[in-house]
Protein backbone atom coordinates (compact mmCIF):
# COMPACT_ATOMS: atom_id res chain seq x y z
CA UNK A 1 0.00 0.00 0.00
CA UNK A 2 1.45 3.40 -1.28
CA UNK A 3 1.67 5.45 2.18
CA UNK A 4 0.38 8.87 2.01
CA UNK A 5 -2.30 7.89 -0.81
CA UNK A 6 -5.11 5.08 0.68
CA UNK A 7 -4.33 6.42 4.36
CA UNK A 8 -3.65 9.91 5.76
CA UNK A 9 -1.48 10.88 8.80
CA UNK A 10 -3.40 12.06 12.34
CA UNK A 11 -2.85 15.78 12.52
CA UNK A 12 -1.71 18.08 15.40
CA UNK A 13 -5.34 18.74 16.20
CA UNK A 14 -6.82 15.71 16.45
CA UNK A 15 -3.46 14.38 18.61
CA UNK A 16 -4.80 17.05 20.97
CA UNK A 17 -8.43 16.49 20.56
CA UNK A 18 -7.60 12.61 21.90
CA UNK A 19 -5.39 13.40 24.44
CA UNK A 20 -8.36 15.45 26.50
CA UNK A 21 -11.34 13.38 25.51
CA UNK A 22 -9.70 9.53 24.94
CA UNK A 23 -11.16 9.08 21.80
CA UNK A 24 -11.46 11.17 18.25
CA UNK A 25 -13.16 11.28 15.31
CA UNK A 26 -10.97 10.53 12.27
CA UNK A 27 -12.72 12.12 8.68
CA UNK A 28 -12.13 10.10 5.43
CA UNK A 29 -9.22 8.89 6.82
CA UNK A 30 -9.09 5.67 4.39
CA UNK A 31 -10.07 6.45 0.91
CA UNK A 32 -13.25 5.63 0.49
CA UNK A 33 -12.40 3.85 -3.13
CA UNK A 34 -9.92 1.44 -1.45
CA UNK A 35 -12.68 0.94 1.41
CA UNK A 36 -15.08 -0.06 -1.29
CA UNK A 37 -12.09 -2.94 -2.27
CA UNK A 38 -12.17 -3.49 1.93
CA UNK A 39 -16.28 -4.40 2.58
CA UNK A 40 -16.47 -7.19 -0.27
CA UNK A 41 -13.62 -8.74 1.73
CA UNK A 42 -14.96 -8.55 4.85
CA UNK A 43 -18.13 -9.65 3.54
CA UNK A 44 -16.87 -12.48 2.41
CA UNK A 45 -14.64 -13.11 6.01
CA UNK A 46 -17.96 -12.21 7.92
CA UNK A 47 -19.94 -14.97 5.66
CA UNK A 48 -17.53 -17.62 6.56
CA UNK A 49 -18.09 -16.77 10.84
CA UNK A 50 -19.20 -18.77 13.32
CA UNK A 51 -22.62 -17.45 14.39
CA UNK A 52 -22.27 -19.58 17.61
CA UNK A 53 -23.45 -16.93 20.47
CA UNK A 54 -21.15 -18.00 23.73
CA UNK A 55 -20.87 -14.81 24.93
CA UNK A 56 -22.26 -11.27 26.09
CA UNK A 57 -19.95 -9.81 23.51
CA UNK A 58 -21.73 -11.95 20.45
CA UNK A 59 -25.15 -10.61 21.42
CA UNK A 60 -23.57 -7.24 20.77
CA UNK A 61 -22.11 -7.73 17.33
CA UNK A 62 -20.19 -10.78 15.33
CA UNK A 63 -16.70 -10.37 14.45
CA UNK A 64 -13.63 -11.96 12.29
CA UNK A 65 -10.10 -12.42 14.61
CA UNK A 66 -7.23 -11.64 13.27
CA UNK A 67 -8.37 -10.67 9.74
CA UNK A 68 -5.21 -9.57 9.13
CA UNK A 69 -3.38 -12.85 9.21
CA UNK A 70 -5.71 -14.12 6.62
CA UNK A 71 -5.81 -11.06 4.17
CA UNK A 72 -3.00 -8.88 2.91
CA UNK A 73 -5.39 -6.30 2.30
CA UNK A 74 -6.79 -5.95 5.83
CA UNK A 75 -2.53 -6.63 6.48
CA UNK A 76 -1.70 -3.76 4.61
CA UNK A 77 -3.78 -1.29 6.32
CA UNK A 78 -2.96 -2.36 9.46
CA UNK A 79 0.66 -1.94 8.94
CA UNK A 80 0.30 1.65 6.47
CA UNK A 81 3.29 3.95 8.03
CA UNK A 82 0.49 6.42 8.83
CA UNK A 83 -1.58 4.86 10.95
CA UNK A 84 1.45 3.18 13.02
CA UNK A 85 2.60 6.89 13.35
CA UNK A 86 -0.91 8.08 13.91
CA UNK A 87 -1.56 5.48 16.96
CA UNK A 88 2.56 6.52 18.54
CA UNK A 89 1.31 9.86 18.33
CA UNK A 90 -2.31 9.63 19.76
CA UNK A 91 -0.71 7.11 22.29
CA UNK A 92 1.39 10.15 23.88
CA UNK A 93 4.86 9.16 25.37
CA UNK A 94 5.42 5.86 23.53
CA UNK A 95 8.00 5.37 20.73
CA UNK A 96 6.47 3.08 19.27
CA UNK A 97 3.31 0.58 18.33
CA UNK A 98 1.97 -2.91 18.35
CA UNK A 99 -0.48 -4.97 16.95
CA UNK A 100 -2.67 -6.09 19.47
CA UNK A 101 -5.40 -7.50 16.96
CA UNK A 102 -7.06 -7.05 13.55
CA UNK A 103 -10.79 -7.71 13.92
CA UNK A 104 -14.25 -7.49 11.42
CA UNK A 105 -17.06 -6.07 13.19
CA UNK A 106 -20.80 -6.66 12.20
CA UNK A 107 -23.68 -5.59 13.65
CA UNK A 108 -26.95 -7.07 12.16
CA UNK A 109 -30.18 -4.87 12.14
CA UNK A 110 -33.88 -5.78 13.51
CA UNK A 111 -32.82 -7.81 16.16
CA UNK A 112 -30.06 -9.66 15.28
CA UNK A 113 -27.58 -7.65 17.54
CA UNK A 114 -28.11 -5.92 20.88
CA UNK A 115 -26.73 -2.52 21.80
CA UNK A 116 -22.72 -2.75 22.86
CA UNK A 117 -22.76 -2.02 26.40
CA UNK A 118 -20.76 0.62 27.82
CA UNK A 119 -17.41 -0.66 28.61
CA UNK A 120 -13.01 -0.38 28.46
CA UNK A 121 -11.06 -2.45 26.97
CA UNK A 122 -8.52 -2.79 28.70
CA UNK A 123 -9.42 -4.59 32.10
CA UNK A 124 -8.75 -7.49 29.95
CA UNK A 125 -5.59 -7.10 28.81
CA UNK A 126 -2.51 -9.13 30.23
CA UNK A 127 -0.03 -5.85 29.27
CA UNK A 128 1.95 -4.33 32.25
CA UNK A 129 0.52 -0.50 31.24
CA UNK A 130 -2.20 0.80 29.45
CA UNK A 131 -1.51 2.81 26.02
CA UNK A 132 -3.17 1.18 23.67
CA UNK A 133 -5.84 2.21 21.50
CA UNK A 134 -8.47 0.79 18.81
CA UNK A 135 -9.17 2.37 15.27
CA UNK A 136 -12.46 1.59 14.06
CA UNK A 137 -12.84 2.07 10.54
CA UNK A 138 -16.12 2.47 8.76
CA UNK A 139 -16.33 0.48 5.85
CA UNK A 140 -19.98 1.50 4.99
CA UNK A 141 -21.69 4.83 5.96
CA UNK A 142 -22.39 4.22 9.54
CA UNK A 143 -25.15 7.40 10.08
CA UNK A 144 -25.35 7.39 14.13
CA UNK A 145 -29.05 5.26 14.13
CA UNK A 146 -26.63 2.19 12.82
CA UNK A 147 -24.77 2.28 16.28
CA UNK A 148 -21.75 4.16 15.73
CA UNK A 149 -19.71 4.12 18.89
CA UNK A 150 -20.17 6.93 21.80
CA UNK A 151 -17.48 7.31 24.42
CA UNK A 152 -17.36 9.23 27.80
CA UNK A 153 -15.26 12.22 27.43
CA UNK A 154 -12.12 12.21 29.84
CA UNK A 155 -12.79 8.79 31.23
CA UNK A 156 -9.75 7.38 30.39
CA UNK A 157 -8.11 9.24 32.87
CA UNK A 158 -10.23 7.55 35.83
CA UNK A 159 -7.45 4.14 35.12
CA UNK A 160 -9.24 0.77 34.93
CA UNK A 161 -13.23 0.78 35.92
CA UNK A 162 -13.37 -3.12 36.42
CA UNK A 163 -14.23 -5.49 33.62
CA UNK A 164 -17.87 -5.52 31.81
CA UNK A 165 -19.27 -8.31 29.67
CA UNK A 166 -18.55 -11.21 32.61
CA UNK A 167 -21.66 -10.89 34.51
CA UNK A 168 -25.36 -9.51 34.56
CA UNK A 169 -25.65 -5.42 34.48
CA UNK A 170 -21.93 -5.14 34.82
CA UNK A 171 -21.80 -2.19 32.65
CA UNK A 172 -19.75 0.79 33.21
CA UNK A 173 -22.76 2.93 33.86
CA UNK A 174 -24.29 0.67 36.24
CA UNK A 175 -21.07 0.21 38.20
CA UNK A 176 -19.90 3.74 37.85
CA UNK A 177 -22.78 6.42 37.79
CA UNK A 178 -20.95 8.52 38.18
CA UNK A 179 -19.62 8.56 35.06
CA UNK A 180 -22.74 10.24 33.89
CA UNK A 181 -21.41 13.16 34.85
CA UNK A 182 -18.94 13.11 32.30
CA UNK A 183 -20.07 14.22 28.42
CA UNK A 184 -20.92 12.02 26.34
CA UNK A 185 -19.82 12.34 22.51
CA UNK A 186 -22.57 12.92 20.21
CA UNK A 187 -24.21 10.63 17.92
CA UNK A 188 -21.63 10.55 15.21
CA UNK A 189 -22.80 9.76 11.77
CA UNK A 190 -19.30 8.42 9.84
CA UNK A 191 -19.52 7.93 6.02
CA UNK A 192 -17.45 4.74 4.41
CA UNK A 193 -13.97 5.91 5.20
CA UNK A 194 -14.48 7.92 8.52
CA UNK A 195 -12.93 6.56 11.75
CA UNK A 196 -13.01 6.63 15.46
CA UNK A 197 -10.00 6.16 17.98
CA UNK A 198 -10.09 5.35 21.51
CA UNK A 199 -8.04 4.89 24.59
CA UNK A 200 -8.29 1.64 26.01
CA UNK A 201 -9.22 2.73 29.18
CA UNK A 202 -11.63 5.36 27.13
CA UNK A 203 -15.56 4.06 28.17
CA UNK A 204 -17.57 3.46 24.93
CA UNK A 205 -20.61 1.55 23.58
CA UNK A 206 -22.76 1.53 21.02
CA UNK A 207 -26.42 1.29 20.41
CA UNK A 208 -28.39 -1.25 18.82
CA UNK A 209 -28.47 -0.96 14.88
CA UNK A 210 -31.39 0.49 14.01
CA UNK A 211 -30.72 1.14 9.85
CA UNK A 212 -31.81 -1.83 8.36
CA UNK A 213 -28.67 -2.91 7.03
CA UNK A 214 -25.69 -4.17 8.19
CA UNK A 215 -23.04 -1.76 10.38
CA UNK A 216 -19.72 -2.94 9.21
CA UNK A 217 -16.29 -2.01 10.44
CA UNK A 218 -12.43 -2.79 10.33
CA UNK A 219 -10.74 -2.12 13.73
CA UNK A 220 -7.20 -2.30 14.47
CA UNK A 221 -6.03 -2.04 18.00
CA UNK A 222 -2.28 -0.91 18.77
CA UNK A 223 -0.40 -0.64 21.88
CA UNK A 224 2.76 0.21 23.46
CA UNK A 225 5.66 -1.48 21.89
CA UNK A 226 7.87 -1.71 24.99
CA UNK A 227 4.92 -3.02 27.16
CA UNK A 228 5.65 -5.80 29.01
CA UNK A 229 3.34 -9.48 29.69
CA UNK A 230 2.11 -9.52 32.97
CA UNK A 231 1.08 -13.41 32.46
CA UNK A 232 -2.54 -12.47 33.27
CA UNK A 233 -5.20 -15.24 31.59
CA UNK A 234 -6.45 -14.08 28.20
CA UNK A 235 -7.36 -16.02 25.60
CA UNK A 236 -5.73 -14.60 22.59
CA UNK A 237 -2.22 -14.58 24.66
CA UNK A 238 -2.37 -17.88 26.60
CA UNK A 239 0.19 -20.98 25.00
CA UNK A 240 2.19 -18.62 23.11
CA UNK A 241 4.92 -18.85 24.69
CA UNK A 242 5.17 -15.25 26.25
CA UNK A 243 7.54 -14.51 28.91
CA UNK A 244 6.41 -13.09 32.21
CA UNK A 245 8.27 -9.16 32.41
CA UNK A 246 9.51 -9.40 28.76
CA UNK A 247 7.69 -7.91 25.65
CA UNK A 248 5.63 -9.33 23.67
CA UNK A 249 8.13 -10.41 21.45
CA UNK A 250 5.65 -13.06 18.71
CA UNK A 251 4.67 -12.62 15.27
CA UNK A 252 1.23 -12.09 16.37
CA UNK A 253 2.14 -8.60 18.28
CA UNK A 254 4.24 -7.31 15.20
CA UNK A 255 6.07 -3.64 15.49
CA UNK A 256 4.66 -1.86 13.11
CA UNK A 257 6.30 1.75 14.18
CA UNK A 258 9.50 2.23 16.43
CA UNK A 259 11.29 5.29 16.89
O1 LIG B 1 -18.35 -1.90 17.51
C1 LIG B 1 -18.83 -2.02 18.63
O2 LIG B 1 -20.04 -1.99 18.84
C2 LIG B 1 -17.90 -2.20 19.80
C3 LIG B 1 -16.47 -2.21 19.41
C4 LIG B 1 -15.55 -2.04 20.57
O3 LIG B 1 -15.95 -2.05 21.71
C5 LIG B 1 -14.13 -1.86 20.32
O4 LIG B 1 -13.69 -1.91 19.16
O5 LIG B 1 -13.38 -1.66 21.30
Do not use: C
Amino acid sequence: MADNTLVRDVTDDEVAFFKDNGWVRLPRLVDPDHVAVLRDRALGRLRERSRAVTSKVDQAFGQSRDVAEADEHFRDLAFAPALGRGATRLLHGVTGVRIQVTNLLIKEPGGGHGATEFHQDFPWMPMDRSAMLTVWLALVDVPAEAGSLRFYSGSHRYGALGRSFARDGDDQLSQHPWLKELEVSPPLDLASGDATAHHALTVHGAAANRLGTARLSFTVTYFDADALYTGMPYQQTDGLGLTVNQPFEHPKFPVVAHA
